[in-house]
C-alpha cells in the first residue's frame, strides 16, 4: 500500500470517526480510531504510520478552523460534491504514480515508486474471475488481489445504499458532469432523449455487464488457475495502461464517443455505457434504503400545491413527486432530491420501517464499505501484488505478444 492510498484510507476513516462523533455514536469514534491505531499497530508500516499521523491533526484542525464541515453539517450537496473531488485528487495522484512505474517499467529502470494496487479496481474481469476463484475453488489470487478486494467493496456499496458509488465516489461521474456543465455554457438547451429511444440506450451497459459476466461465468472452473498463473494475468493492469496512454486510433474514436455522450445528456455515460453502473443497478433493488416520500408532510397532499422540485432536481430524470417510494435502477441515491425539497420531513432516504438515514449516515457507510473493507484486505496479507517488479519489467517489453 503506497503513502497516497495510505494517506487517503486515514483521512477517510479520520472523517469517519468525526461524523460518527458528532452524529452521537460515539461508540462509532472510538471503535474507528481504534481500528486505525490497531492497523498501524499490527502492519507496522510506516506509510500507514505517516498517513495516521498526518490526519489525525488535520481533522483536529478541521475541528477548529472549519467545524461545519467536519461535523457534516453542511448542506447535501456540498458535502457530495467535496467528497467525490477529494476522492478524485487522490485518484490523480495515484494515476500519476502509477503512470510513472509504467513509464519507468518500460524503460527497463527498476522504479523508484512503489506501484498503487488500487489501480486493480479498474480490471473488473480480473476481479470478477478472481472472487469466482474464492467461491468455487477456494484460491486466492497474489497477482492482483485488489482487484477482487475493491470488486467486493463497490458491490457491497450497492446493497448497503443502492448506486451511492455512482453518486457519491465515481471519478468519471464527476468527470461527467463537468463535461456537461461546459456544454451548457454554449448550448443552453436540453438534448434528452425521447423516451422510446433513451430505454434502448439505457440497455447498452446492461448488455456490456451481461458480456463481462459470461466472460467470468463461461470461464471453466478448471480453467481458472491456469489463467491466474499465466503472464496475461501478471501483466493484465500494464495492458490497460498501454490501452489507455498509446491508444489506437479506435480508441480515441470510442473516447471521443464516450466524451460527446457525457457532455450530451447529464450522466450520459453513467446512463448509457456503464457497466458498473448497471450492476449496481440491479444490486440497488435489493438495498434496503430507498428515496421515500411522506404524503402527509409533502406540499401537493399536505396543502393541494403544485411542487415538482424534487424530480427537476434529479439528473437522472426519475418522477418524484408522484412516488411514495423510488424504485429505480437510475437513482444514484445523490440526494439532490431531498436537498430541493422545502419540506424536510416530506423526502428522505430511508428504511420501509420508517426510519430515515441522513447524508452524513450514507457518506459514512460508503467510506465504510470502501476502505475499511480494503484496509482488512491488507492486514490479512490480500492487497499486494506477489508479482515482482524485475518480472513485470521482463514482460512488458513483449506485452505485445502476450495473449490470453
Known amino acids: 500500500m503506497t503513502f497516497i492510498e495510505s494517506l487517503t484510507l486515514m483521512l477517510a476513516l479520520m472523517y469517519l470517526a468525526s461524523l460518527s462523533y458528532w452524529s452521537g455514536q460515539k461508540w462509532g469514534a472510538v471503535a474507528t480510531l481504534l481500528l486505525s491505531i490497531g492497523a498501524v499497530a499490527m502492519s507496522l508500516y510506516w506509510p500507514l504510520a505517516l498517513g495516521l499521523l498526518i490526519a489525525l491533526p488535520l481533522m483536529l484542525l478541521g475541528h477548529k478552523f472549519a467545524p461545519d464541515a467536519l461535523k457534516g453539517e453542511i448542506k447535501i450537496n456540498t458535502l457530495r460534491e467535496g467528497t467525490q473531488h477529494v476522492l478524485a485528487l487522490s485518484l490523480l495522484l495515484v494515476a500519476i504514480q502509477y503512470t510513472i512505474n509504467t513509464v519507468l517499467l518500460k524503460q527497463g529502470i527498476t522504479p523508484w515508486l512503489m506501484r498503487p494496487d488500487v489501480v486493480d479496481a479498474?480490471?473488473?474481469?480480473?476481479?470478477?474471475?478472481?472472487?469466482?476463484?474464492?467461491?468455487?475453488?477456494?484460491?486466492?489470487?497474489?497477482?492482483?488481489?485488489?482487484?477482487?478486494?475493491?470488486?467486493?467493496?463497490?458491490?457491497?456499496?450497492?446493497?448497503?445504499?443502492?448506486?451511492?458509488?455512482?453518486?457519491?465516489?465515481?471519478?468519471?461521474?464527476?468527470?461527467?458532469?463537468?463535461?456537461?456543465?461546459?456544454?451548457?455554457?454554449?448550448?443552453?438547451?436540453e438534448l434528452t432523449p425521447p423516451a422510446w429511444l433513451d430505454w434502448p440506450l439505457r440497455m447498452l451497459k446492461y448488455l456490456l455487464l451481461l458480456a463481462l459476466c459470461y466472460i467470468v461465468i463461461g470461464m471453466p472452473a478448471q480453467s481458472i488457475p491456469h489463467y491466474l498463473e499465466g503472464n496475461y494475468h501478471k501483466i493484465a493492469d500494464l495492458k490497460m495502461a498501454l490501452f489507455f496512454l498509446t491508444p489506437s486510433l479506435i480508441t480515441l474514436l470510442v473516447f471521443a464517443l464516450i466524451l460527446a455522450l457525457a457532455a450530451w445528456r447529464r450522466q450520459g455515460f453513467c446512463r448509457y455505457l456503464c457497466p458498473y453502473g448497471a450492476m449496481l443497478g440491479i444490486l440497488s433493488f435489493a438495498s434496503p434504503l430507498k428515496i421515500r416520500r411522506n404524503t402527509q408532510h409533502c406540499l401537493i397532499e399536505a396543502k393541494g400545491m403544485k411542487c415538482d422540485k424534487c424530480t427537476r432536481a434529479c439528473p437522472a430524470n426519475i418522477i418524484v413527486h408522484t412516488k411514495t417510494t423510488v424504485r429505480s435502477d437510475e437513482c444514484q441515491a445523490c440526494m439532490r432530491c431531498v436537498a430541493a425539497c422545502p419540506k424536510s420531513a416530506a423526502l428522505g432516504l430511508g428504511l420501509k420501517s420508517g426510519h430515515r438515514l441522513g447524508h452524513k449516515g450514507l457518506l459514512a457507510l460508503v467510506l465504510i464499505a470502501l476502505f475499511i473493507l480494503p484496509l482488512g484486505a491488507y492486514l490479512a496479507g490480500f492487497w499486494h501484488s506477489q508479482t515482482p517488479d524485475n518480472i513485470r519489467m521482463e514482460l512488458i517489453q513483449v506485452i505485445n505478444r502476450i495473449g490470453h
Not at 477456494?138 to 467486493?152: E, F, G, K, S
Open 122 to 189: 479498474f480490471l473488473p474481469i480480473a476481479g470478477g474471475i478472481e472472487l469466482k476463484a474464492i467461491i468455487s475453488l477456494n484460491l486466492w489470487d497474489q497477482t492482483h488481489p485488489a482487484a477482487a478486494v475493491m470488486l467486493a467493496a463497490v458491490l457491497l456499496t450497492g446493497l448497503l445504499c443502492k448506486r451511492a458509488f455512482c453518486g457519491w465516489a465515481c471519478p468519471l461521474g464527476l468527470a461527467g458532469e463537468y463535461l456537461y456543465s461546459f456544454r451548457k455554457r454554449f448550448i443552453k438547451s
